[in-house]
């Protein structure tokens, strides 16, 4: 397999540029450059880029060697990309892109075993290209009222249908069994929390319940990871319904999306009509855009804890903007304050309502950014960058009242308080956590930190792995989109989402342990970058639905209007359905595979029994397979790790009666 996550890489990256190309296409034939010429030549240049994964292919077909060619058709690429921008007249586009070019081009002379992402840079470069060309005579009038009017039913429908498509998912693809280490962990801990706890006891037979990423300190036993996302599963757990967490978080990080492609997509309209329905569609892209993509929609239906970052990271920097908005704004679903007397307007049902937004926004922007720091701490902590300069810019200027600060400490100590609580009684020292002790029990846990060796640059930069891994929030329509929204009237929206998506990039292009591939559902570390792309995207994109609305006409007057807009819905939809057979299955199999002593012990309904793990005749870690409920002593189904014979004896010994079964490499249990 290649990693990350599929075992046919150059059909999915061919499926992904020609899809990200379409949709580029799209947005060039909807906002040409000056001259048709330029407007060809520049389209010419992206699909050159974009179909350079299939010149092997071309080259076996006419017998020829394809290896020299690979540099010399990406520079054909930028050649047509500079002549295009001549042609268009533009001395900030031409100069950008003769830069750009001797860039990529130094590039790739450095870079070993990256020609699929070298080709993704050079298109991702185009969607920054199309980004400043479409900046090219916007002058929004950022004074404008913002839509006053309510999107609760439409957050509420993105709710449902997210939630309800992970579900799918969590079925489906992992019939809501696990089998990485980190999940078990997770899993662990959310028991232990389920019963108000913060750590289990140590089990008889301790070495028969071992879990990879379970540790025993001073007597008890925790996972490795801090709270906050167990802390969510939780409840979930004790109910017995744990497989519903992820998907709900998917629900909640839909939502705030939604809720960010809006912003993001206000007064790019001519007049106040057209902005308003701008934002409606791009309410309802960015979310689907999101969740669309395989990679976040696999996290959302497992329970890894990536999705809940993306989620604390979407709405702290949605609250912030909230409650720093210009008070001259009308609320969101309101009528503006009718005109009289300070006093008047102090105890007015609306004053109330700005007050209390004031406290609610603010204690959402606590406990985001404090649950951010406790689901992924380093995680949370690269994010929190752009969305703290923008907390103190708003405190300099006056943005924040008094109500707003204090409802954010209130929320950051709450939960941040309860996380150091917790974690000093699982350690029995202040301000230290799983990871502190890690190292001296699992030493390839260690944090090590180097400059990446040239083949390996694309592990921090997926500009291949994240066009086909969350497409369509592909990198080039982000970036476009986000250049695009600078000329609209959330540009603080902008600055957040790209200062904090360059820390989470530049902290794991360094760390050692993100290159190559490892377990899990794609590049989860990079993970919270889906945000800006599926808001930039949206943003982008939105516009061009605008124009269908001539499709009426359409049929009379040309294709012309509605035709970027069918472009781009024929690029989503094709990307989409050409994807998801290339991830989804592979996800399916491996899941299959590896949880078969689970399914089987769950197929064959069993009561009283012990099912023994063997190492080396089991199809996953038995570590991993070892999934015990903490605080449950007498479950119905105990699966114990055998290692020797001392370990039957113990078993035995501590639980008698039960009937014995052996795993093996499929869903058969054979009596002992």
């Not at 757990?237 to 998917?250: E, H, K, S, T, Y």
């Not at 406990?367 to 902590?381: H, N």
């Not at 592979?586 to 009561?607: C, D, M, V, W």
Request: charged share 15%; hydrophobic share 50%; net charge positive.
């Amino acid at each position: 397999m290649y990693l990350p996550y599929t075992d046919k890489f150059p059909e999915a990256a061919a499926v992904a540029g020609q899809s990200v190309a379409a949709a580029l296409t799209a947005v060039i034939w909807a906002r040409q450059l000056r001259t048709r010429a330029a407007t060809i030549l520049f389209g010419v240049a992206i699909w050159i880029a974009a179909l350079s994964p299939l010149a092997p292919s071309f080259a076996g077909a006419l017998h020829l060697d394809p290896g020299p060619r690979d540099l010399s058709i990406f520079q054909i690429s930028a050649t047509f990309a500079i002549v295009a921008m001549l042609l268009d007249g533009s001395r900030r586009l031409s100069v950008l892109a003769a830069v750009g070019q001797c860039g990529l081009y130094a590039l790739a002379n450095y870079v070993r075993d990256s020609s699929t992402e070298i080709a993704f840079a050079y298109i991702f470069f185009y969607g920054v290209l199309i980004g400043v060309q479409a900046l090219r005579g916007a002058a929004p009038d950022r004074t404008a009222p913002a839509v006053a009017r309510s999107f609760a039913r439409q957050d509420g429908v993105i709710f449902v249908a997210t939630t309800c498509l992970a579900l799918l998912v969590t079925n489906l693809v992992f019939a809501r069994v696990v089998f990485n280490g980190d999940e078990v962990a997770n899993s662990f801990q959310a028991d232990v929390y389920g019963h108000l706890r913060a750590s289990a006891p140590i089990p008889p037979c301790p070495s028969m319940f071992e879990n990879y990423w379970v540790f025993r300190h001073l007597g008890h036993a925790f996972s490795q990871y801090t709270p906050g996302w167990p802390l969510f599963m939780a409840p979930f757990q004790r109910l017995g319904i744990i497989w519903l967490a992820g998907p709900v978080m998917g629900g909640l990080l839909a939502v705030a999306i939604a809720r960010l492609s809006r912003r993001v997509a206000s007064g790019l309209g001519t007049t106040p009509e057209e902005s308003e329905r701008i934002v409606v569609v791009a309410g309802w892209l960015g979310p689907f855009f999101a969740m669309l993509g395989p990679y976040l929609l696999l996290n959302s239906a497992s329970r890894f804890s990536h999705t809940m970052v993306c989620a604390c990271f979407a709405w702290a920097v949605e609250s912030l903007c909230a409650m720093t908005s210009n008070t001259s704004e009308p609320l969101e679903g309101s009528e503006p304050p009718a005109t009289g007397s300070r006093e008047q307007s102090s105890r007015s049902p609306t004053r109330s309502f700005a007050l209390g937004r004031d406290w609610g926004y603010g204690f959402l922007l606590g406990a985001a950014t404090s649950l951010g720091l406790a689901t992924r701490p380093a995680d949370g902590a690269t994010l929190g960058v752009g969305v703290f300069l923008y907390f103190l810019w708003g405190l300099a200027h006056g943005r924040i009242t008094w109500r707003a600060f204090l409802g954010t400490a209130i929320g950051f100590l709450l939960f941040g308080g309860l996380t150091a609580i917790i974690l000093r009684l699982q350690l029995g020292a202040w301000f230290q956590t799983g990871y502190t002790i890690s190292p001296s029990i699992h030493p390839e846990s260690r944090l090590n930190l180097s400059w990446p060796e040239p083949n390996q640059l694309k592990n921090g930069i997926p500009l291949a792995t994240g066009s086909y891994g969350w497409w369509p929030a592909a990198p080039a329509l982000g970036i476009a989109g986000l250049f695009r929204a600078l000329g609209g009237r959330e540009r603080r929206v902008v600055f957040m989402l790209v200062t904090s998506g360059l820390a989470l990039s530049g902290f794991y292009f360094f760390v050692e342990f993100a290159r190559g591939g490892y377990e899990g559902l794609g590049p989860r570390y990079v993970l919270p970058l889906v945000v800006p792309m599926a808001t930039g995207g949206a943003c982008l994109l939105a516009p061009l639905f605008e124009r269908a609305r001539a499709l009426g006409s359409g049929f009379r007057l040309g294709i012309g209007p509605a035709g970027p807009a069918l472009l781009m819905l024929l690029a989503v939809a094709s990307g989409v359905i050409r994807i998801a057979p290339r991830v989804y299955p592979i996800a399916y199999q491996e899941n299959k595979f590896s949880t078969a002593p689970l399914r089987a012990a769950r197929h064959g309904a069993l009561k009283n029994a012990i099912v023994v793990l063997e190492p080396g005749h089991l199809p996953a870690s038995e570590t991993n397979l070892a999934q015990n409920p903490p605080m449950n002593p007498n479950p119905d189904v105990l699966f114990l790790i055998r290692r020797g014979p001392a370990d039957e004896v113990c078993a035995r010994k501590h639980f008698p009666g039960r009937t014995w079964y052996r795993a093996g490499m499929t869903e058969t249990l054979t009596p002992w």
